[in-house]
């Protein structure tokens, strides 16, 4: 790989909007050795990265840390992670890390040179800063559309004939409840990643965007993509392991199951080390690397993820994960988002609280605890449902859960 290859660049042929504005490509300052962005607003930050890219220069987009410390060699970049302990950490990577995947994307998705990019969230993100920078590499016109009142993103995306699409189930939930009657026939793809894209929303975008091809995949900030679904995906899969990435499940003594364990996943994918904070989930052996995620495989190579091993827990000696709970409830109900929250219990270790964003429904209450109770058991279905105006996020676009937590507290 040429020196070229192993960094990213600003392509002569493409283009760069914050929302519907241009971005200049020239007469922008030679950027320093390494740039520490401040991606509070988003014209600024997009004119910074441009420079920083046309200078071969390291970069870090961030919000809300003090990146005083922070620093990289010229072909490596620090991104933040989007994960829900509301501390980000910097993910320091090299940028050849990224770069290949998108040379990958390119040939599984066919982009062309018609094809224009777009994403909804904010650039401190990995995922709308990996969009960002795919389009401006391969030489498509990228859009940051962050700024953009999410009542006000469709139009941008049929007006300027968007073909691709990165967000995560959150942000695709608000482009549906924002949108009035206008479809986005122009759409043919949306990579959705993030988190689980639930039902609900999958048929709301489906019915928006009748011509795209709904494709989520599965990743992390540390390791970028490990699985991609398809059509023939098992539902409540998140489908089978992206080229040149080898996933194993692993038993508590580090053996390989067919049972539930911790997912590790070895690719030439993965992230250096954090330049910012630490995870203690976080382990590498044998090349192979774990974030403490679990989950389990099918016979023919299919994941399934049960959840965070830091969110997993007991209840009457019976393994819980969370995760699964909230799925299940935003299946089964009008409810596009909720969270399971644990407390502790003197007799059975903890009891769950359900908290479901919208207004105060009693019925809707009963019936998501009588649910509940079918499928999971009494031990295990939520004691309490709570219900929020509007859950808090973090600026991946996942539920806050720490500042959740305590909304709960507040509420005793």
């Given amino acids: 790989m040429t020196d070229n290859q ?136 990228a859009f940051a559309l962050d700024a953009v009142p999410y009542r006000k993103q469709a139009a941008i995306l049929a007006a300027r004939d968007i073909s691709i699409l990165y967000a995560t189930p959150t942000q695709l939930r608000l482009l549906a409840l924002g949108t009035a009657t206008e479809g986005l026939p122009h759409l043919r793809l949306i990579l959705c990643g993030g988190g689980a894209l639930d039902d609900s929303t999958a048929q709301s975008i489906q019915s928006l965007c009748p011509n795209a091809e709904i494709r989520v995949f599965y990743g992390a900030a540390e390791t970028s993509f490990i699985t991609l679904s398809g059509p023939d995906t098992p539902h409540a899969s998140v489908g089978q392991a992206y080229p040149e990435v080898t996933i194993q499940i692993r038993d508590p003594d580090g053996q390989k199951t067919t049972q539930i364990g911790e997912v590790w996943v070895r690719s030439p994918y993965l992230f250096d080390r954090y330049a910012l904070g630490h995870a203690d989930d976080t382990q590498l052996r044998d090349g192979f690397l774990s974030v403490g995620e679990m989950g389990r495989l099918d016979r023919t190579g299919n994941l399934y993820l049960m959840g965070r091993k830091t969110r997993m827990l007991q209840i009457a000696d019976q393994t819980v994960f969370p995760e699964g709970i909230e799925a299940q409830i935003c299946a089964a109900t009008p409810i596009a988002a909720c969270a399971i929250l644990p407390r502790p219990d003197p007799v059975r270790g903890h009891r769950l609280i359900a908290v479901l964003e919208g207004p105060a429904n009693a019925d809707l209450a009963a019936e998501v605890q009588q649910l509940c109770r079918e499928r999971f058991g009494p031990l295990i279905a939520p004691k309490q449902v709570l219900f929020h105006p509007a859950l808090p996020l973090l600026g991946s676009g996942k539920i806050d859960l720490p500042k959740l937590s305590k909304w709960v507290e507040d509420q005793a």
């Fill in 6 to 141: 192993q960094r990213f660049r600003w392509h002569p042929d493409a283009q760069l909007f914050a929302g519907a504005l241009p971005v200049p490509s020239t007469g922008v300052r030679p950027a320093s050795r390494f740039c520490a962005i401040d991606a509070i607003t988003t014209a600024d930050a997009l004119t910074a990265l441009g420079a920083a890219l046309q200078s071969g220069s390291g970069f870090c987009l961030y919000e809300g840390i003090d990146p005083s410390g922070l620093s990289s060699e010229p072909d490596q970049f620090i991104t933040l992670s989007g994960g829900s302990s509301g501390q980000p950490k910097g993910i320091l990577r090299r940028q050849s890390s990224w770069i290949d995947s998108f040379d990958t994307n390119a040939r599984l998705f066919g982009y062309t040179a018609q094809d224009r990019i777009a994403v909804l969230g904010r650039l401190s993100h990995s995922l709308a800063l990996y969009g960002v920078l795919e389009s401006l590499h391969l030489g498509l016109d």
